[in-house]
Structures are given as structure tokens and as C-alpha cells.
């Protein structure tokens, strides 16, 4: 088969593959029908960062917001949260109230007296019935039990219970959505159908040498044989199911049951001349140049025979044909035509998208920085695949505005932040890694990204009129990492944590080898300290009255730490929580300490989840070079309106009971924010 | 229902469920329905082991 035989066959595929979107117009919902009535929309930038925006403006790139801070709009910084992490900043945002109150202190949390660690922003409850174990989530026969661990009301639902229509698009530290009238979908948390973060499958015949260490991923050997790979696509356990080889393990004379993991076989043929090659998976055939992607590839799980199936998506990519053979497969995303997990509330919200739409990403943060991280991507694939995302990002956009009539639009941009994370080195004149970068051949790709943002503006501009009032907001802002501190491994040279076995410092990890009676104090998560409390931590060895003093000392020792190499100091804030926070979570599930980084500062790769290394300070060769996990007052958030912002010193929780204010409704007492207007 | 340990069941559903414990390989209809019981009394049978758990936060970008 030659070139262009493949080609009319992958766009007959692409264009099969569309069928069934046409024909269908939806529409948001509408209260009142009427085209004329007010309009609050807030597009969420996250990652843009206050000072690179005003320079990119300054320097003519950004038209759209030069126009509108220039014609009655306004633009200053705002303030995040301690600490300026997304899922805090966000939830902060949704429900105008602090990390006391609504239970988002970071990405990671321990439940204190088990030591067991969970993603901040959502947990699976088990229901009744049969059940399909998705990670950390649940799929139910019956139904699922997921709990959003946001802890505090949106804003949102007090529009919708005074009659305004609410639509919100991919919102982070929302999944499962919010109960409520709101339409939502659900954005950063969302996980792949593994219940991960997002896990990439990469099938090459030359393995990289960290194959082993890769994260966010997996690679597979898979050895062509006359011109055909073989492999598998992996899915979730399925408890329905028990493994065949070793259904179960007797451990103490008790059972305990192994499921067979689900997996559906798929080949490749590659074509013995041409560098292009087809797919076959399931009734799917996917033909593809070398470095081409594919559209989504519809994939079903089967639970029970000709019962009960799960269902998702994947994007093929072949980045080398030959000399090697590497397939790339993009984390399996959850079907939005059929999802398992809950994603859009109401269902009827996700059908709409889908059926304009068609299939798009659902994964929570679906550029793959894994993939790049590993190498498994060069730059100029991560770009290639980031922009993937952002023109889903932009379909949806234009969707939503075509048909937003009356009431409140908020709408999510991701690819930014995450762009920002893995290219800041090509801005960062004094990053390690920065004279790599400039030969990779992308050119400014950070540039880019904000113009990119400035045509989400441009596209929405278009469509105000005089009863629209629009606010773009940032998460936080953005700065490079080129230094990462080791809090664990400066507690244990100081006395604070203990190991069961000094000499396995570096190959231990998760903290398996702390010696929790004689530990008291512990790092956990990118800014988190907790002290090992009595009567809180499942083996607390600090009494209460020694509370106060070891958190004292441990804020002035880690204000006055420097870094040899730089004579910085890299801590520019010990925040000690019950002291910036209140509410019910401050000292339960809160950290006792929350560290606030100078820019430039973060914490290390291995301290998050228990890792020692030998030094306290290293330099970050990762191409993850930028970053925000700092102190909130080094990363302030962007604010940009269509009117004067009065409000001095505005906060990112604010923005609700500014919304709130727009439409006329009353400030509920406990929201924390202010309007700005 | 229950007498002497023992359960009564429709013979529909007691077809059911041997045909879906074949399949899912149990050893037995018995071994099937305790092992579901067991689930359900205990709620514990979908949770990760603690090294899945971390190994799944990995997959977050911030951590290596």
C-alpha cells in the first residue's frame, strides 16, 4: 500500500469517525430565552502569569488584551493562596472561602491516623453492588460513590437557586461536579480510566534504559515478527473477574482474591517499504504515517460477557517505524459519549458536547508532561500533542459562546500552565538546562501559548455586549525551578525524622524507612510539613504542649536555611497553619506548616512522597523548569476585567461574590471574598 | 431466608449466578456467593494496596 492509499484511507477513517455530530444544534440553559439579559463570564487562564502578560503586552503581542485594559477595562495582580497550588487556588475560587475551610491544602493528603495518601480533591466511598476498581475510583454496576472533597458550597449553586443559569467547563478541584442545577463538566482531578493522573503506554523494541523508573506511564517491549507487532492495551482490574493463573493468596489463612486485569490485544502491520503502518484493535483499523497521530480510537472494555463493557478513547501516535518500532498510546481517557465515571452534571450537559463535538479529552490534565519528562516525547512532540489538548480547549470555547445567552459562563484553559512547566527554560536565560533548549528547533513556544491566549480573548470579545461583563483570572503566576530543597532529608540531618536503618537513606522510599517513635516531624506533598502529633498521627510521639515550640523552631530554622550554592535564602515563609488558616480542616487534614519557596525554589522530585536523597539542595535538570508551588506573594495571580477593579489588593476568592454581585444577589455571610467592582 | 447456614434462592437466579461464577472462575457457586458477602459486609474489596495508591500519585506531574 502506498502513501497516498493510506492517506484516503485514515481520512476516510477521520471523516467516519465524525459521523453522527452533525445535524444537532444544543443550547445552554436559558431561563428567561431572552438574548439581552446579564452576562458574567469568567475565563480561567491557569498558569498566566501578571509580569510576563504586561511584558508580552508592552510588547505588542497581545492585542486583544491591550484593547480591552485600554477601553474602560483593568488589569493588576491578585492574590492566591498559601500555597499557590492549582487545586487549592481553585477550590479557594469556587467557594470564597480558605484552605481551613474547604479541605484543599495540596495535590496529596494523608489521612493522619493510617498514614494512608490520597489525591486532595476527590476519594472513592464503596457502594453496594458490583463493582470495577478504577484506580483509586470506582466504576458501580449499581452506582459509583465518588465524593468531590471540596468542602465548602460553590458559588455557583447560589446563582442557580436564585434562577440564574450556571455553566461550568472543566473547573478544577471539581470532580465528580458539584451537586447542584449548575451544568458542569469536570475538569483537573478527573482521572484516565486507570484512575490515574494520566498513564501513557509506550510499545517500542528498544526500551529505554529507565524504563523501570518511568512514571505516568509504562513502557512495553513488543518485538515486531514478519512485519507485525503484538501487544496489549491495558485496562483497570476487573473485580468481576478473578485472574486465572492465581485467583487467589492465601495470607494467614484468609484469601485475598486477585482480579484479572482487563486487556484488549491489538497489532500493528508495518509496511515492509513505506515508513506507515496499521492498527488493528478491536473492529478498528487506524492507519498511520511514522509521525502521525490518530483521532480518538473508541476502545471497550469487557466486564462480563455480553453484559457489561467499559468504555474509552486513546490516540495512537508512531513515532519511529524504523529503525526501531515505537508506538505511542495516550493515556486512556474516559469516553465522554459513554462515561463510567461521573464527568458532566447533568448527563445531558456531556451528550450536548458530544454531539457537536464529538469524542475530546476528559482526562483532568491531558497534556502529557509524563511523556516528555521520560523522553518518550522530544519538545516538539510534547508540543505537537499539547496542542492537541488546547484545540479541544478551543472547539469548546467557541461551542459555548455561540450559545450563551443569559446568566454565568465559566470556561477553563489548561495547556498554559502546563506548557509553562515544561518550556520556561526556553525563557529562562539562567536555567541549566536553557542553551539545550534554545537547539530542540520549536521557537518561543511560552510566546505562543500567550498568544494563544490572547485569541481566546479575541474570540470572545467578539461576542460582548453591554450586558457582559467579563474577568479573566489566573490560578497564579509562574516562575523558573531551578534549585529543589529537600525537607525530608534536612529534617533527618537535623534531628527531627529518624530511620530504622541509617544506611539505606537513599534507597528507601515513601518513608518505609522512618522510625516513627523517634520521628517528629515529617515533609509530605510539594509544600506540606506536619508534625508527628499524639493522639493525630497513627504513631504521634509529640505531646501537645510541645506543639507550639517545635512548630516555632522549625519556622525560624527553615526562614534562616541557605543554600551554599546560591547564598539564598530558599524559604522566604514557614507558614504555620493555624495561623494563616481557619476552619474545621486547620491542624486534622491540614499541614502544620506550610512552606512558602523564593521563585527559583521548590520542593525536590523525592521529598514529596518520602524520598532522602544524600543532599539538601540540588540543581533541577528536569525539562519540568518552571513552576508555582511557592510562596503566593512570589507568584501572584492575574486579574483582568471589562470595568475598574476598586477593590484594592483583590484575591482570586473574591471572584465569586463579585459574580454574586453582578446578578444582584446578597452575599452569603460565609463566603470570605469581597466584590472588586 | 436463612436456615441452618444455608440460603434459598430462585433456581432463575441460582442459574444465574453459576453460570457468572464459571465464567469468572470460581471454583464454585458457593465460593462465588461468599466471596461476594464477604465484599459487601466488609466494603473493603475495591480498595488499592498502598503501594498501587503511590505509585498512581507518581503519575502526577509535580512528582518524579
Not at chain 1, 237 to 256: I, T, Y
Request: charge should be neutral.
Amino acid at each position: 500500500m502506498n502513501r497516498r492509499e493510506f492517506c484516503k484511507q485514515s481520512a476516510f477513517l477521520i471523516a467516519g469517525s465524525l459521523l453522527g455530530t452533525k445535524g444537532f444544534c444544543s443550547s445552554l440553559p436559558s431561563y428567561t430565552g431572552k438574548n439581552n439579559s446579564k452576562k458574567v463570564i469568567v475565563l480561567g487562564i491557569d498558569g498566566m502569569d501578571p509580569y510576563l502578560l504586561k511584558r508580552f503586552i508592552d510588547a505588542g503581542m497581545m492585542p486583544h488584551f491591550q484593547k480591552l485594559i485600554s477601553t474602560g477595562g483593568d488589569f493588576k495582580e491578585m492574590q492566591t493562596t498559601i500555597p499557590a497550588q492549582s487545586p487549592v487556588a481553585w477550590a479557594s475560587f469556587s467557594t470564597s472561602t480558605n484552605p481551613g475551610r474547604n479541605g484543599i491544602f495540596d495535590f496529596i493528603h494523608r489521612r493522619p491516623d493510617t498514614f494512608e495518601l490520597y489525591l486532595s480533591t476527590s476519594r472513592t466511598y464503596e457502594p453496594g453492588g458490583g463493582k470495577l476498581r478504577l484506580g483509586k475510583w470506582m466504576f458501580s454496576l449499581k452506582s459509583g460513590e465518588l465524593k468531590n472533597l471540596v468542602g465548602e458550597k460553590p458559588f455557583w449553586n447560589y446563582l442557580t437557586e436564585a434562577g440564574i443559569p450556571a455553566v461550568i467547563y472543566r473547573a478544577p478541584s471539581n470532580f465528580p461536579p458539584f451537586p447542584g442545577k449548575a451544568w458542569q463538566m469536570s475538569g483537573m482531578g478527573t482521572p484516565d480510566i486507570l484512575g490515574t493522573y494520566g498513564t501513557f503506554s509506550y510499545y517500542t523494541d528498544n526500551p529505554p534504559e529507565n524504563s523501570g523508573k518511568v512514571t505516568g506511564g509504562k513502557v512495553y517491549p513488543t518485538f515486531p515478527k514478519n512485519g507485525i507487532a503484538e501487544n496489549y492495551l491495558y485496562g483497570p482490574a476487573n473485580s468481576f473477574r478473578l485472574d486465572e493463573k492465581q485467583p487467589f493468596d492465601e495470607v494467614d489463612g484468609e484469601k485475598h482474591y486477585n482480579y484479572e486485569k482487563l486487556k484488549i490485544p491489538f497489532k500493528v502491520y508495518i509496511d515492509q517499504e513505506h515508513p506507515v503502518a496499521k492498527v488493528v484493535i478491536q473492529d478498528k483499523e487506524i492507519f498511520l504515517q511514522q509521525g502521525e497521530w490518530s483521532s480518538w480510537v473508541e476502545i471497550s472494555f469487557e466486564l462480563i460477557p455480553h453484559l457489561k463493557h467499559l468504555s474509552g478513547i486513546v490516540k495512537f501516535y508512531l513515532k519511529e517505524v524504523r529503525p526501531h518500532f515505537k508506538l505511542y498510546v495516550s493515556p486512556i481517557n474516559i469516553n465522554p459519549a459513554n462515561p463510567a465515571l461521573p464527568l458532566f452534571n447533568p448527563p445531558e450537559y456531556g451528550e450536548a458536547l458530544v454531539k457537536d463535538l464529538g469524542l475530546f479529552y476528559t482526562q483532568g490534565m491531558a497534556e502529557d508532561t509524563k511523556a516528555r519528562t521520560y523522553n518518550v516525547f522530544d519538545d516538539k512532540e510534547y508540543w505537537a500533542q499539547s496542542q492537541m489538548v488546547t484545540a479541544d480547549w478551543f472547539r469548546a470555547w467557541r461551542w459555548h459562546l455561540d450559545r450563551f445567552k443569559e446568566g454565568f459562563l465559566f470556561f477553563y484553559f489548561s495547556t498554559l500552565d502546563l506548557g509553562q512547566h515544561m518550556f520556561w527554560r526556553y525563557i529562562d536565560h539562567v536555567s541549566p538546562i536553557h542553551e539545550q533548549a534554545l537547539k530542540s528547533g520549536l521557537k518561543d513556544p511560552v510566546e505562543t501559548l500567550y498568544r494563544q491566549m490572547d485569541e481566546a480573548l479575541g474570540i470572545v470579545s467578539k461576542k460582548m455586549d453591554a450586558q457582559t461583563t467579563l474577568i479573566v483570572i489566573s490560578d497564579h503566576g509562574f516562575t523558573g525551578f531551578r534549585r529543589c530543597f529537600n525537607l525530608n532529608s534536612w529534617l533527618l540531618d537535623n534531628g527531627y525524622l529518624s530511620f530504622l536503618d541509617p544506611a539505606q537513606r537513599e534507597k528507601a522510599e515513601y518513608f518505609e524507612n522512618v522510625d516513627w517513635n523517634k520521628t517528629r516531624a515529617y515533609g509530605l506533598g510539594i509544600n506540606g510539613l506536619y508534625l508527628n502529633l499524639e493522639d493525630r498521627e497513627f504513631k504521634g510521639i509529640v505531646r501537645a504542649d510541645q506543639e507550639a515550640g517545635l512548630l516555632t523552631e522549625l519556622k525560624r530554622k527553615l526562614e534562616m536555611l541557605v543554600d551554599p550554592k546560591t547564598g539564598e535564602h530558599p524559604i522566604k515563609h514557614a507558614y504555620i497553619a493555624k495561623e494563616v488558616f481557619k476552619g474545621r480542616y486547620v491542624g486534622t487534614i491540614s499541614p502544620d506548616i506550610i512552606l512558602g519557596f523564593r521563585r527559583a525554589y521548590r520542593a525536590s522530585w523525592e521529598t514529596i512522597l518520602g524520598g532522602f536523597p544524600k543532599d539538601w539542595f540540588t540543581d533541577n535538570l528536569d525539562p519540568w523548569s518552571g513552576d508555582h508551588c511557592i510562596d503566593p506573594t512570589e507568584v501572584p495571580a492575574t486579574l483582568v476585567t471589562t470595568k475598574k477593579i476598586k477593590k484594592s489588593n483583590p484575591a482570586i476568592w473574591d471572584i465569586g461574590p463579585t459574580v454574586l454581585n453582578e446578578f444582584g444577589i446578597k452575599i452569603p455571610e460565609s463566603l470570605e471574598g469581597k466584590p472588586i467592582f | 431466608m436463612f436456615r441452618s447456614g444455608k440460603i434459598k434462592i430462585k433456581k432463575e437466579l441460582y442459574e444465574r449466578v453459576k453460570s457468572f461464577a464459571e465464567q469468572a472462575g470460581y471454583a464454585s457457586v458457593e465460593e462465588f456467593i461468599e466471596h461476594t458477602l464477604e465484599k459487601e459486609i466488609s466494603r473493603t474489596g475495591g480498595s488499592d494496596s498502598e503501594d498501587e495508591t503511590k505509585k498512581k500519585l507518581r503519575g502526577l506531574g509535580y512528582i518524579s
